[in-house]
Each structure stands twice: as C-alpha cells, then as structure tokens.
C-alpha cells in the first residue's frame, strides 16, 4: 500500500528487508535441528562441556562438537575455555524464552 507506514523488526527498505530475512532464516535454520535444539536447551541454565553433552544426549563426541559449531558460527552459542576444559553457554540469554515461547505456539509440552 502506497503512502502507508509500516513497522517491520528491520525497517528499512525492500532490499534490506530481504537481507534481514536472510540473516534471520540462517539463524533459525541453525536451530532447526534436533540435536542442536537438545544442546541449546540444556546450556540455557548454565555452561556444559562437550563430554557433559555427549552423555546428556546419546551422542558421539565428534557429532556433538560439529553441532556445536553450527551453533557457534550462528552466533548462538559462545565457549568459555577454563584451563583444558571448554564450556559451552547460549550467546545470549533471551534464547531460553525463544525455546519457551515457540513451545507455547506451538503446543508443545517441554519439561
């Protein structure tokens, strides 16, 4: 609609809207998978090793740490290393209400 306004999360033009959705997109397929939603929702309360994950979920060391990097070239998940130990915890702590708010959406019952 010509001469309405509008207010997106980007507010900018058509060109850098699409870019925004890009960006976003990316992100959200970054937490598209199972295993990396298991791993995000079990640092949300505090930082966990690799070796912690890997008994938490069932998984492969090498599968979790690939996971891991997904997660951390998205920009969601930082490491803390503390001497031969490295921690993993979200980016940012908004990302626990993320995971609540889309298991409200959706209907989904999550412990």
């Known amino acids: 609609m010509s001469g309405s306004s509008t207010t997106n999360a ?13 960006e976003m997109a990316r992100a959200f397929r970054a937490l598209g998978n199972p295993t990396r939603l298991g791993i995000l929702r079990r640092i949300i309360d505090g930082g966990m090793c690799v070796g912690d994950l890997q008994d938490e979920l069932g998984r492969s060391q090498p599968n979790i740490s690939q ?11 930082v490491s803390e290393r503390d001497g031969t130990r490295v921690s993993y915890q979200p980016a940012d702590g ?5 995971l609540d708010l889309a298991a409200e959406i959706f209907e989904i019952e999550h412990p």
């Open 67 to 77: 996971h891991l990097g997904v997660l951390r070239d998205r920009g969601v998940v």
């Open 94 to 98: 908004r990302l626990g209400r993320l």
């Open 10 to 22: 980007c507010n900018h033009t058509q060109r850098d809207d699409l870019a925004c959705c890009e």
